[in-house]
C-alpha cells in the first residue's frame, strides 16, 4: 500500500455517493507497500460506522485485470477464505474511477501484521496457504503471471544501466542469476492460483498471545495469477523465514512446510524444484525493489523497500542447493 493520487474529502465524497455505505467521518492515506494508492476510510450509516480500504489502481495494475482480482477475493470469500470481499456499488460494479484511475472499495479486515514472527505463525499461515488453493482450484478465471521468469528480464533491462548503484557488481550478479534461472525453470508441476505477495504486512492475526496467535485473514491480492503452487510457498518462505539480520531460521521454515503439507500435499517433483523455485522468488522481488528504488516517484507517500535484503535471501539460496541438511 502506498499514496501515489492524493484525494480530497470532496472526492472522496463525491465517489462515494455510488455505494450505500453512509457518509464519510475520516480518511487517512496509507503508507505502507508500494504498488497502489490506498487509503483508509471511515464512514457512518444509520448510526453505525463502518471502515473500508479504498484503492486506486497504479503502476502494475492494469485495469483489465481487476475482474480477475476482485472476482478471485469474492470467490475465496465464499469459500471460507478470510480475505476483504469487494464492495458493490448501487449498480452492482465493484470498480470505479477516481482521480483519473481506476478504484475500488473493499471491506476492512481486522488485525495487524505480527512483529514477532514464530513457528506457530507460519504454521497458520501455511495451512491457510493450502486453503486458499483448494478453494481457488475451481476459479473458472485466469491470469499469466507477468513476473516470472520472462518478466524479471524484462524489468532489469529497464534499470539494468544504473543497477551498481545499488551496489558494486550487482548488475553482473543479476544478469548471470536471470540467465541461470531461465535455463534451470522446471515445468509441469502441480499448478492453479496463487497469492504470489504473501508477505508478513500481508497477513493479519488478532491481538493477543503471541504463542496462541490467530490468523484473522490475508490481503492484497494484486499478483495473484495462475502458477505452481510450491512457487508461491517458496515466495512466503524467503518473506517468512528469515530474521531481521536477514538469517534464514529452518523451524519457520519446517513449520510452514509441514503445515501445508498436511492439507496439499507437497510431491516430490515439487521438493526436487524447491532450491531453483526459492532463488527464482528472491529474484523476482529484488528486481521490482529495485526498479522501485531506483524509480521513486517525486512527492508520494511511499517508503520503497531495500533491495539488498533480496540479494542476500539469493545468496543463501545459492550456496544451499538442498534444504534437507536443514530438515526441509
Not at 514464530?118 to 495451512?127: M, N, Q
Not at 534461472?181 to 508478513?200: E, K, T, Y
Not at 496462541?212 to 508461491?232: K, V
Request: proline content about 5%; glycine content about 8%; hydrophobic content about 40%.
Amino acid at each position: 500500500m502506498a499514496v501515489y493520487t492524493k484525494l480530497t474529502a470532496e472526492e472522496i465524497e463525491r465517489f462515494l455517493k455510488q455505494y450505500d455505505i453512509g457518509t464519510l467521518v475520516s480518511f487517512k492515506g496509507i503508507t505502507e507497500g508500494v504498488e497502489n494508492t490506498n487509503y483508509l476510510l471511515v464512514t457512518a450509516l444509520a448510526g453505525e460506522y463502518g471502515r473500508y480500504i479504498l484503492t486506486l489502481y497504479e503502476q502494475r495494475v492494469k485495469p483489465e485485470e481487476l475482474p480477475f482480482f476482485m472476482g478471485l477475493t469474492e470467490w475465496l470469500a465464499d469459500r471460507g477464505i478470510a480475505c476483504p470481499r469487494p464492495v458493490k456499488g448501487c449498480d452492482g460494479q465493484v470498480i470505479g474511477t477516481l482521480g483519473g484511475r481506476s478504484a475500488a472499495l473493499i471491506h476492512f479486515l481486522r488485525g495487524r501484521g505480527s512483529p514477532h514472527i514464530t513457528p506457530r505463525h507460519l504454521e497458520l499461515v501455511g495451512e491457510m496457504i493450502a486453503r486458499m488453493h483448494l478453494a481457488a482450484k475451481d476459479f473458472p478465471m485466469t491470469r499469466r503471471n507477468a513476473l516470472s521468469v520472462d518478466g524479471w528480464d524484462e524489468l532489469f533491462q529497464r534499470f539494468r544501466e544504473r543497477a551498481d548503484t545499488i551496489c558494486p557488481g550487482f548488475e553482473n550478479e543479476v544478469a548471470q542469476e536471470l540467465t541461470y534461472l531461465a535455463r534451470h525453470w522446471p515445468h509441469d508441476l502441480p499448478q492453479g492460483v496463487i497469492h504470489a505477495d504473501i508477505f508478513p504486512d500481508n497477513i493479519f492475526f488478532i491481538d493477543g498471545n503471541t504463542d496462541q496467535p490467530e490468523l484473522s485473514g490475508i490481503i492484497d491480492f494484486y499478483f495473484a495469477c495462475n502458477d505452481f503452487w510450491i512457487y508461491d510457498v517458496m515466495i512466503c518462505m524467503n518473506a517468512w523465514c528469515f530474521d531481521a539480520a536477514h538469517r534464514f531460521v529452518p523451524e519457520r521454515a519446517q513449520a510452514l512446510l509441514r503445515s501445508y503439507h498436511r492439507l496439499r500435499p507437497i510431491t516430490e517433483a515439487e521438493r526436487q524444484a524447491m532450491p531453483i523455485l526459492a532463488r527464482g522468488a528472491a529474484m523476482r522481488f529484488l528486481v521490482t525493489r529495485s526498479h522501485d528504488w531506483l524509480n521513486r516517484p517525486e512527492g508520494a507517500l511511499v517508503n520503497p523497500k531495500d533491495p539488498m535484503e533480496y540479494i542476500t535471501k539469493l545468496r543463501f539460496h545459492q550456496r544451499v542447493g538442498d534444504y534437507r541438511d536443514y530438515g526441509i
